[in-house]
């Protein structure tokens, strides 16, 4: 089993490395690769420097005597599952929910399972901020986006059938007769018989 991976993590690692190197598009491919890595630091950077605002500011308030600052404010402690988390809950709820997750999967099945998924909506709920509501409209938001997906398709496909002579415009004049000039030779009288 060993020896199988190996093959396969060597023959992974060659074939990337034969992509990243190729001679005619592996230069544009690392400034690619060096560009996504540059964005990704540049956005937790700049992640970092909100979240540790958003402590400092609670320090603040929860020297001031408000506990409320703990978990996000009164608003949040009103309606605590709207989603409307700050950016330290969201960041202890994901790292706190992520190493429930861990945890769990060293435990056996019964608490394993309860662990687990408790520590992963943990996680889900700190990374995405969602609320009841968001997930109650979710049904519907992918309801929308088929029929406008299917509505785009459907204009493609009818707009490619129309370049090509496929499409159903013009085929039939005011009367819903079919228009002679689409239909070709059948529309054209018999040629009178000489003889």
Known sequence: MDRA?????????????????????????????????????????????????????????????????????????????????????????????GGLFLYGLTQDAPAACVLGTVGLALAVEGVTNAGLDDIG???QQVADKARDVAAKAADTASHVAGTFGYGREGEEDRGGQRDPARQGRAAEPAPAMRG
Do not use: C
């Not at 600052?69 to 929910?97: C, N, Q, Y």
């Open 137 to 139: 409209r979710i049904k």
């Open 5 to 97: 991976f190996a093959v396969l993590a060597g023959a992974g690692l060659g074939a990337g490395l034969m992509y990243l190197f190729d001679p005619q598009l592996g230069r544009r491919r690392r400034a690619i690769a060096r560009d996504k890595a540059v964005r990704l630091a540049h956005e937790a950077q700049d992640a970092a420097e909100v979240v540790t605002r958003d402590m400092r500011n609670r320090a603040q308030g929860l020297a001031s005597g408000d506990l409320s600052v703990l978990v996000g404010g009164k608003r949040v402690l009103e309606h605590p599952l709207r989603g409307s988390w700050s950016p330290s809950a969201r960041a202890v709820m994901a790292m706190a929910g």
